[in-house]
């Protein structure tokens, strides 16, 4: 995982702004769910303002998943997800007052619960968080598996449960840690029932996988293009066996040797292209 500086401000706000303000100009108000009115914002003959947001938000992402890595820039926009890492609709105060302290940049942005706002009826800043920049992260749509739109992973998985905004947190990539058999965790984390890479899905089996096949991959300097595919399957099959891995995870390692669908949606985890990732 990586830190994800938010450093277009002035960029991102200025479109922000312009929507608050045509929102305004038009409904009289500020009204409740402006993420929802945002989406339909455009000014003829412009780039709509959520597409425009997206763009500036997969930049800063240098074009992957948030949490996963995943490359998903030009991917199809079903692919991929705006996450909001305080929750679009926080249930109260509480529920929104716990991403903060946390040592992210959420500490020190300019923004405001939307409720707050709403009440408050003034122009930004602070912004309100469902359409602040700085609450936004461009997430992939978590799907794993060939013809499947179920969310595996990630924003879609995640819902409204709590996360520890990790993204935003500095040197996050010295604190996520991944293993040589793919699977990850936070070193500080201190939620045991609900580990915040569990709630995003980050040990989903196939992703798990694709992390250690890539581990494989990078340490013996084979590039994913041109390796012989069944030959570097069997590798990582002999090391599920040695560790008496269940059938059902054999039998995934298998969708990658066999089909050409799992096989970029391996090279879309090129990130993980660097043995020296692992531990
Ligand atoms: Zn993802």
Same mark, same amino acid.
């Given at each position: 995982?990586?830190t994800?500086?938010?450093?277009?401000?002035?960029?991102?706000?200025?479109?922000?702004?312009?929507?608050?303000?045509?929102?305004?100009?038009?409904?009289?108000?500020?009204?409740?769910?402006?993420?929802k009115?945002l989406?339909a914002d455009?000014?003829?003959?412009q780039?709509?303002? #959520?597409?425009a947001?997206?763009g +500036?938000?997969?930049?800063?992402?240098?074009?992957?998943?948030?949490?996963c890595m995943?490359?998903?820039?030009?991917? !199809?926009?079903e692919?991929?997800?705006?996450e909001?890492?305080?929750?679009?609709h926080p +249930?109260?105060?509480?529920?929104?007052?716990?991403y903060?302290?946390r040592n992210?940049?959420?500490?020190?942005?300019?923004?405001?619960?939307s409720?707050?706002?709403?009440?408050?009826?003034? !122009?930004?800043? !602070?912004? !309100?968080?469902a359409?602040?920049?700085?609450?936004?992260?461009?997430?992939?749509?978590?799907?794993?598996?060939?013809?499947?739109?179920t969310?595996?992973?990630c924003?879609?998985?995640?819902?409204?449960?709590f996360?520890?905004p @990790?993204?935003?947190?500095?040197?996050?990539?010295?604190?996520?840690?991944?293993?040589?058999n793919g699977?990850?965790?936070w070193?500080?984390?201190?939620n045991?029932?609900?580990?915040?890479?569990e709630v995003l899905g980050?040990n989903y089996?196939v992703?798990?996988?694709?992390? #250690?096949?890539?581990?494989? @991959?990078?340490?013996?300097?084979?590039?994913?293009?041109?390796?012989?595919?069944?030959k570097?399957?069997?590798?990582v099959?002999?090391?599920? @066996?040695?560790e008496?891995?269940?059938?059902?995870?054999?039998?995934? &390692?298998?969708l990658?040797?066999?089909?050409?669908?799992?096989?970029?949606? &391996?090279?879309?985890?090129?990130?993980?292209?660097?043995?020296?990732?692992?531990?």
């Amino acid at each position: 995982m990586e830190t994800i500086v938010k450093n277009k401000h002035a960029e991102a706000h200025a479109l922000i702004d312009g929507f608050l303000q045509r929102h305004k100009d038009r409904h009289g108000i500020y009204l409740n769910d402006l993420y929802k009115y945002l989406g339909a914002d455009f000014v003829y003959g412009q780039t709509k303002t #959520r597409k425009a947001l997206v763009g +500036i938000l997969l930049e800063e992402q240098h074009g992957r998943c948030c949490y996963c890595m995943r490359r998903i820039e030009g991917l !199809p926009s079903e692919e991929m997800s705006i996450e909001h890492v305080i929750v679009n609709h926080p +249930i109260d105060a509480n529920d929104y007052n716990q991403y903060l302290g946390r040592n992210s940049q959420l500490d020190s942005s300019d923004i405001i619960s939307s409720s707050d706002f709403i009440a408050r009826q003034v !122009p930004p800043p !602070p912004y !309100p968080h469902a359409v602040a920049y700085e609450n936004m992260l461009m997430s992939c749509a978590g799907h794993c598996h060939i013809g499947l739109k179920t969310s595996f992973t990630c924003n879609n998985h995640r819902g409204h449960r709590f996360i520890d905004p @990790l993204p935003l947190m500095a040197n996050i990539n010295r604190e996520v840690k991944y293993q040589k058999n793919g699977f990850v965790y936070w070193i500080n984390e201190t939620n045991t029932a609900n580990p915040t890479v569990e709630v995003l899905g980050l040990n989903y089996e196939v992703l798990k996988l694709i992390r #250690r096949i890539w581990y494989k @991959l990078s340490s013996k300097g084979l590039k994913v293009d041109d390796c012989d595919r069944q030959k570097l399957i069997y590798e990582v099959l002999g090391d599920l @066996l040695d560790e008496n891995e269940d059938d059902a995870v054999i039998q995934t &390692l298998f969708l990658f040797a066999n089909n050409a669908w799992y096989w970029k949606l &391996l090279q879309q985890f090129d990130y993980f292209n660097d043995s020296s990732k692992f531990e």
